[in-house]
């Protein structure tokens, strides 16, 4: 039965490239292929997006979709580069696309405060609005999908931010200015 949806997928896959390859039905194979995951991080959509690096996939993701979603020919191939294969990382519950093996999180500077964006939790958690769409914050008018620095981001960041933040309805979603920039910390 898995290898005839397996067969089923990469056909449609083949059939119609267009398809969006981020289904629960990949996570479901991958989580059968290695059992020990679940429950752990690597059940998430992280295993697969973030960081993002092409077409909302990371490098493991790409690996797996270059190589006909054949979990076990990219075992042991190290996709992230740190020197570790994919199946080390799976087997220590680490994740093989990512060098980070916790939240992304970015620190974005400016003159009243930085802000400590924590990426994974904004893209994948609920209650967040992202539902894990990541055009919903990339897009064109919105933010690039690699983080920059040297940008200001002031006038992408605060309609975006702070409409999410007010339309969330949560009282923890950060309202204030100080809330998100930390003011002990001006440049």
Known sequence: ???????????????????????????????????????????????????????????????????????????????????????DEINAKQLPGSQAQADEVFVFTNRIGPITFNHEKHS?????????KCNNCHNEDG??????????WQPIAHPLCKGCHNESGSPNAPKRCFECHDKSKRE
Request: hydrophobic content about 40%; overall charge neutral.
């Open 1 to 87: 039965m898995k290898n005839q949806l397996k067969s089923i997928l990469l056909l449609a896959v083949l059939l119609f490239p267009s398809l969006s390859l981020a289904t629960p039905g990949i996570l479901k194979m991958f989580l059968a292929k290695y059992p020990t995951s679940e429950g752990s991080q690597l059940a998430s959509c992280r295993t697969c997006h973030l960081p993002v690096v092409e077409n909302c996939l990371n490098s493991y993701a790409i690996a797996l979709k270059e190589n006909g979603l054949d979990f076990s020919f990219i075992e042991k191939i190290d996709s992230d580069g740190d020197t570790a294969s994919n199946i």
């Open 124 to 132: 994948l958690s609920p209650p967040y609005l992202s539902e894990g």
């Open 143 to 152: 933010f690039p999908r690699r983080f920059d620095n040297n940008m200001t």
